[in-house]
């Protein structure tokens, strides 16, 4: 009878515990994440604080990669869109905007690129991101370039919006690494990054590929009515290259052509 009673003690000993280790693994827990919050990211959402902004410290909201090194001094070319550090307004599929101060996309690996207040470069999965503002760096409040992902062929990529209204001229790069020969003298692989550029026009809700950058090309997408002739022949545009048909399309756009 004793040895049963002993042996009741010892199981309450045990459970009271492992209690205690449960209480303990929660207060760690807890604290290890209050310390990796601490990149101070400004983020807007509509459900947010009294006037829509806080102060939101949880770089997880990014699906940060942190400690990602970024090394890419043996590869010739670059993987970057831009490859200056840009401010920047991301907007996530959640409805969230976050704000960053250097910014920059990896179209290699589609991260995302950020410098946290220490200047360490860290790594963000782009998968929760809608599209991206770059801003000009003198003057914040200057859109410089807009960044969206589309579905194309099944995939989904950034595309450059180079032009905004009923019709916009996209412009897709995608970036891939070449392995090339032994270099005997360098005693390593030649590697290069090797760009696509593909452009495509979004009319409504249809994406379809622009052949090439011609005028015979756009005449598939748009109508060319003589106010549009007479202002192709009063700028001497021959639709021949990028800027002459962003040119075109925002003249279009503004005059609901």
Request: aromatic share 10%; hydrophobic share 40%.
């Amino acid at each position: 009878m004793v040895a049963k009673i002993g042996d009741h003690f010892f199981s309450i000993k045990i459970i009271t515990t492992m209690r205690k280790l449960i209480v303990f693994a929660w207060v760690c827990l807890f604290v290890t994440n209050a310390v990796a919050q601490n990149l101070n990211l400004d983020v807007n959402g509509s459900a947010i604080g009294a006037n829509g902004v806080v102060r939101f410290n949880d770089p997880s909201l990014m699906g940060e990669k942190r400690g990602v090194k970024v090394d890419y001094s043996d590869v010739r070319g670059s993987c970057f869109l831009n490859s200056k550090w840009s401010p920047a307004i991301v907007h996530l599929r959640s409805k969230a905007t976050i704000k960053f101060s250097k910014l920059r996309l990896n179209l290699y690996t589609n991260d995302i690129h950020y410098l946290d207040p220490t200047g360490l470069e860290l790594a963000a999965d782009s998968k929760i991101v809608n599209d991206i503002l770059v801003l000009d760096p003198d003057d914040s409040a200057k859109i410089v370039s807009r960044v969206k992902k589309y579905i194309v062929d099944g995939k989904e990529s950034f595309f450059l919006e180079l032009t905004q209204g009923r019709v916009v001229l996209l412009k897709r790069t995608l970036v891939t690494l070449f392995k090339g020969d032994y270099d005997v003298s360098r005693a390593k692989n030649d590697f290069r990054f090797v760009r696509k550029i593909d452009y495509y026009i979004k009319s409504d809700t249809k994406i379809s590929l622009l052949e090439s950058l011609s005028r015979e090309s756009l005449s598939s997408h748009v109508l060319f009515d003589e106010k549009g002739q007479n202002w192709l022949e009063k700028n001497k545009n021959k639709l021949k290259n990028e800027d002459q048909i962003v040119d075109f399309l925002d003249f279009y756009n503004s005059e609901g052509l």
